[in-house]
């Protein structure tokens, strides 16, 4: 019986990887392609909105990306501190710069799209201040990693911070809430919801997202591997001096 | 435990610098705000509860990195986590010396420059009361920023840019309760954020803190 544990054998994870990265980044490639051309120039355009709507191909995918990556970053973390793999601290390490990227293509195709609609770029609505504050907590923890040279010690106390930064990240979501009233809109994808947006556009957003997700995991895969081979050639260089 | 507060407090008052600087770095704020903004009293009357807020929560950052930095380099720090006294212990009595230190003094300063910035006169109590019951999450956040940071070289920069962001309920709810006593409005719940904030990271916290310390000793 094989578990998910093995792949805590870098060497298993190397292997099965170097799999998986080709279909992963074939299959990005195919579904955003597809998604954003179809969404792009074969929707019509929304009532009232024009063609800015089409922004909701990247904006949405984004968006979801950037906290589902840091969700990501907060069980590899806690995995690390529990069971003390490698291939899991470096997975959080890896997941966290395109994270950042996510909340930050979020936030500024927001912008873009904001400046018609709503007559600014920017606007300290609950949503827009909690991807900011989303950023800096991306930012600190990005900064941390690259702070400290030990890397057992790098990536417990980053994995510290991520479970308190994961705790007070909800908290800030709920705070700000409180502080401001919105002018972003209610939820575009629902489970629970009727009230989705409008069929024409729900299939090409589907496959936007999936493709954003299928990305998500190629990218985490190549960081992944590069920062496994960086730590060999490190342990190589070593075993060099020792010799 | 109760000794480890007294060394702290006495080195914190004797060893010149760590108590007044957090004081006269929040009264230099407060008395730039007017040059940048202008001297508008309605305009100081509506920002003032922000400033103050957030003028206390700079000048808290100012002196984190005191808590561990130089008991970490005189070797006083790996004497704490062997001691018989558990080391969460040791860091809620550190923030604890730090809050006595820097948000105590501020909490009772800040009605004085509310003057300054021509606060409404229904707003000092609520002021003091939310620095109260907020400044000591700040004094127990400030101290897992620290732990996380003690072990390297120049962490101050690194410090503000991991503490700061985990600072935004505090202050949100400080500023808020503010704002709202002002305005003659409820200002139960925002306290009682607050409170629960407070409450939340002085029981929590110290875990993390002592859990960062031991990694940066190992």
Redesign the interface.
């Known amino acids: 019986m094989s578990s998910l544990w093995e792949y805590a054998n870098p060497q298993k994870f190397m292997r099965t990887s170097s799999v998986l990265l080709p279909v992963f980044a074939v299959a990005a490639a195919i579904s955003l392609g597809v998604g954003l051309v179809w969404g792009f120039f074969l929707t019509p355009e929304a009532e009232n909105f024009g063609s800015t709507v089409k922004i909701i191909y990247i904006h949405v995918p984004s968006a979801m990306m950037a906290i589902n990556a840091w969700v990501m970053m907060l069980v590899t973390s806690l995995i690390w501190l529990v069971r003390r793999h490698h291939v899991s601290a470096l997975a959080a390490r890896a997941a966290a710069p395109i994270g950042m990227t996510m909340t930050l293509i979020a936030l500024v195709t927001g912008a873009i799209w904001g400046e018609p609609m709503w007559g600014t770029y920017w606007v300290w609505d609950p949503r827009l201040t909690s991807f900011l504050?989303l950023f800096?907590?991306y930012?600190?923890y990005i900064?941390?990693w690259e702070?400290?040279e030990n890397p057992d010690?790098a990536a417990?106390?980053t994995s510290?911070?991520c479970?308190?930064?994961s705790v007070?990240a909800v908290?800030?979501r709920y705070?700000?809430n409180?502080?401001s009233q919105g002018l972003h809109q209610g939820a575009s994808l629902s489970l629970d919801k009727k009230e989705n947006v409008a069929d024409v556009f729900y299939i090409p957003l589907l496959l936007c997202i999936a493709g954003f997700v299928c990305l998500f995991v190629a990218l985490v895969l190549l960081r992944t591997r590069t920062e496994i081979r960086a730590r060999r050639i490190r342990a190589m260089i070593a075993r060099e001096r020792m010799a | 435990m109760i000794a480890l507060l007294q060394r702290d407090l006495k080195l914190a008052i004797r060893a010149g610098g760590g108590f007044g600087l957090g004081l006269a770095f929040f009264l230099i704020v407060v008395v730039l705000v007017p040059f940048g903004v202008g001297s508008d009293s309605g305009l100081l009357a509506a920002i003032a509860p922000g400033i103050l807020w957030v003028g206390a929560l700079l000048a808290c950052l100012l002196s984190l990195d005191r808590i561990f930095a130089l008991d970490h380099e005189d070797g006083s720090l790996d004497l704490l986590a062997t001691a018989p006294i558990p080391l969460e212990g040791a860091v809620a009595m550190k923030a604890a010396a730090h809050w006595v230190t820097t948000g105590l003094p501020l909490t009772l300063a800040a009605p004085g420059l509310g003057l300054l910035l021509n606060l409404p006169a229904s707003g000092y109590g609520w002021l003091a009361a939310s620095l109260a019951l907020g400044t000591p999450a700040l004094s127990m956040i400030g101290s897992f920023g620290a732990a996380l940071t003690v072990g390297l070289k120049r962490g101050g920069l690194l410090l503000s840019l991991l503490v700061l962001p985990l600072y935004v309920p505090t202050l949100i709810f400080g500023a808020e309760a503010v704002a709202r006593g002002i305005d003659g409005r409820d200002t139960g719940t925002p306290l009682l954020m607050l409170a629960a904030i407070t409450l939340a990271a002085t029981a929590l916290l110290p875990f993390a803190a002592a859990a960062a310390i031991r990694i940066n000793l190992r």
């Open positions: 504050i800096l907590f930012l600190g900064a941390l702070a400290i010690a417990d106390l510290v911070l479970i308190v930064g007070f908290l800030s705070a700000v409180f502080w």
